[in-house]
T-cell receptor
Framework: GAGVSQSPSNKVTEKGKDVELRCDPISGHTALYWYRQSLGQGLEFLIYFQGNSAPDKSGLPSDRFSAERTGGSVSTLTIQRTQQEDSAVYLC??????????????FGNGTRLTVT | TQLLEQSPQFLSIQEGENLTVYCNSS?????LQWYRQEPGEGPVLLVT?????EVKKLKRLTFQFGDARKDSSLHITAAQPGDTGLYLCAGARGAGNKLTFGGGTRVLVKP
């Protein structure tokens, strides 16, 4: 497909379990972002990958959250020992980069995570 | 405190009315983008503004970037129910032009 793909689209898990969320960016896009969105609110930045540079992890809310990007393509966001406050929609986006234009982000449809 | 503040948070209007959404910051951005998001989907880019004072029009939508590149506005003329959605502004700054989003404005246009 031509767009950003996220899986699963929905995930229900019990408190204390670990979850993995997957993002397949658009081919050739060097930048990849993870955001979290709670109930129709704005987007909370989590982590940013740009090419081969060290990721910007400044938005990760706790050490239970981690993410990796393998081969500059697919990314996985892992949440360990999930808590109820982790319930949200997790959005992934990718973009081409360069210049001062701020390359537009192409978003997936998100993974809705519910922690019971 | 968010880097980008959007106002109002929620706006409900009748079809045919005009509306303006604001995006403000104390920081300078190299560019600013506006997105619209519908339920169950990711945000979709509407426009990117780069130059201070720039005005861009997209049909009934008018976007303006402040002279100092710290703020922006989105004006919708003769709103239609299809304009309903969550409008998000996002500013690019710093190494790699990382995007930071505002809190969003939820717009409801009633027929």
């Amino acid at each position: 497909g031509a767009g950003v793909s996220q899986s699963p689209s929905n995930k229900v898990t019990e408190k204390g379990k670990d979850v993995e969320l997957r993002c397949d960016p658009i081919s050739g896009h060097t930048a990849l972002y993870w955001y979290r969105q709670s109930l129709g609110q704005g987007l909370e930045f989590l982590i940013y990958f740009q090419g081969n540079s060290a990721p910007d992890k400044s938005g990760l809310p706790s050490d239970r959250f981690s993410a990796e990007r393998t081969g500059g393509s697919v990314s996985t966001l892992t949440i360990q020992r999930t808590q109820q406050e982790d319930s949200a929609v997790y959005l992934c986006a990718s973009s081409l980069t360069g210049g001062q234009g701020g390359s537009p982000l192409h978003f997936g449809n998100g993974t809705r995570l519910t922690v019971t | 405190t968010q880097l980008l503040e959007q106002s109002p948070q929620f706006l409900s209007i009748q079809e045919g009315e005009n509306l303006t959404v604001y995006c403000n910051s104390s920081s300078v951005f190299s560019s600013l983008q506006w997105y619209r998001q519908e339920p169950g989907e990711g945000p979709v880019l509407l426009v990117t503004v780069v130059t201070g004072g720039e005005v861009k029009k997209l049909k009934r939508l008018t976007f303006q970037f402040g002279d100092a590149r710290k703020d922006s506005s989105l004006h919708i003329t003769a709103a239609q129910p299809g304009d309903t959605g969550l409008y998000l502004c996002a500013g690019a700054r710093g190494a790699g032009n990382k995007l930071t989003f505002g809190g969003g404005t939820r717009v409801l246009v009633k027929p």
